[in-house]
């Protein structure tokens, strides 16, 4: 019996400095997160000010406003000009991320005309699929309405456009479709391409900040903000590929008031 109580006592000693120790770990965690939430807002500001004011001054210089320029000289501004765009991109991003991690992320939310949003959208990437000989083919029948901020609703759908056109091979096609299927609730949305796919393993991962199959141009970022946006909308996203034949990203955003506009 005495022994008995014993073993127990010890046991319960040592799941209460097992969880002392969880509770300091988990406060050390917040700390480092927090820690880094600080960082990523004070850098975006403070390297955003003066990167636009040096885009700005090379724009000034390159459209030869302080004089003429040779073609090295165009060449070598034009390089600034879209590095530096590069840099206010991975910026942005970032004081995106900082905002929604902080909680700071507000909504406008207003009924969204799916079908004239996600046009709007596709004639803003055309340019980019244009270049790769892409067709982009949309397919949503009309009188959808989302419940969702505009502007980031399309910063959803720009950031997936992006992606299937970026790695799809020239000649390929990307489409934007609505599942017929009636949920009262919800619509769904799939961003399909015909391009390189993602393997099972990194499938898992493409959610994940900074995550990239292989570092190229862009910064890992744009599906990772994607998710927290549609998530801030009470919806969900996920992916399914198939490696060589293409990727799907499905979205399930809330419809608006009435559902379907009469
Ligand atoms: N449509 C797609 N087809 C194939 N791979 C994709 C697609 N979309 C995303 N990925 C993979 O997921 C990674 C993360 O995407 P994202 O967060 O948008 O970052 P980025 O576009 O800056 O690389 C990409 O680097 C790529 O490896
Ligand atoms: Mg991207």
Redesign the pocket.
């Known amino acids: 019996m005495v022994i008995g109580y014993v073993e127990v006592l010890r046991d319960v000693t040592d799941l209460k400095s097992v969880t002392d120790e969880l509770r300091r770990a988990n406060a050390e965690l917040k700390k480092l997160d927090q820690l880094k939430t600080d960082f990523m807002n004070i850098a975006s500001h403070e390297l955003r000010t003066p990167l636009t004011s040096i885009r700005g001054f090379t724009e000034f210089v390159a459209d030869g406003m302080l004089g003429d320029l040779n073609g090295g000289q165009k060449e070598a501004l034009s390089r600034v000009i879209s590095n530096s765009d590069r840099l206010l991109r991975l910026i942005a991003n970032m004081l995106d991320i900082s905002k929604i991690r902080s909680g700071k992320l507000e909504l406008k939310i207003t009924e969204l005309d799916l079908s004239h949003l996600i046009k709007e959208t596709v004639t803003e990437m055309e340019l980019l699929a244009q270049a790769k000989n892409i067709s982009c083919i949309v397919d949503i029948p009309d009188g959808i309405v989302v419940a969702g901020d505009y502007d980031r609703i399309e910063q959803v759908f720009a ?2 456009l ?3 056109i ?3 091979l020239e000649g390929g096609s990307v489409s934007v479709t609505a599942t017929e299927q009636v949920d009262r609730d919800y619509v769904m949305i799939l961003v399909s ?1 015909t ?4 393997a099972p393993d ?1 499938l898992e991962h ?2 994940e900040e900074f ?4 570092k ?1 141009k ?7 903000i ?1 998710a927290d946006i549609v998530r801030e909308h009470g919806g969900a996203i996920w ?1 399914t ?1 198939e490696v060589g034949s ?2 799907t ?1 499905w979205v399930k955003l809330p419809r608006g008031g009435a559902g379907v506009m009469e």
Do not use: H, P, Y
Request: proline letters at 0%; glycine letters at 20%.
């Open positions: 950031n997936l992006s992606n299937a970026k790695f799809t391409d391009g390189l796919g993602i990194d493409i959610f995550w990239q199959v292989e190229g862009g910064t890992g970022l744009g599906l990772m994607t992916a590929s293409g990727s990203f």
